[in-house]
């Protein structure tokens, strides 16, 4: 019975294109994917990282010089947001720190500075 409810849940998110794995179960499986070198994983997850941002914004940059509509990149960042997360997911891995908790460290921050009213500004003690 368990199995048959998970698959309809599975068929309900995959229809509203909605995802229903965890941030944590996310790194965990990326992190079996996972293949760089040991001795400099820190300096190769780190250029992965900005090289697959560095493709987003790329792509974001011809969107705005060719004046793109939506219909013709809505699909494409998907991908490449996705690789950017990936590196996130391993690099976290890598530094002993659950994606998830570092989630909610990060809105909890957030919704701090909103709170006090400096979400504006620069700095990372605001």
């Known amino acids: 019975m368990e199995s048959f409810l998970q698959e309809e849940v599975n068929k309900f998110m995959k229809e509203k294109n909605k995802s229903n794995i965890s941030a944590s179960d996310y790194q965990k499986q990326a992190k ?73 460290n990060n809105l909890e921050k957030l919704h701090s500075r909103k709170k006090r009213g400096v979400l504006g500004g620069s700095g990372d003690n605001r």
């Open 32 to 104: 079996e994917t996972a293949i760089f070198p040991p001795a400099t994983a820190l300096e190769y997850l780190t250029l992965g990282l900005v090289g697959e941002a560095g493709e987003i914004a790329n792509k974001v940059k011809k969107i705005i010089r060719d004046k793109l509509p939506p219909e013709n990149w809505k699909h494409d960042l998907p991908s490449e947001i996705g690789d950017v997360l990936w590196y996130c997911a391993v690099l976290a891995d890598y530094l002993d720190y659950d994606l998830g908790k570092i989630m909610e």
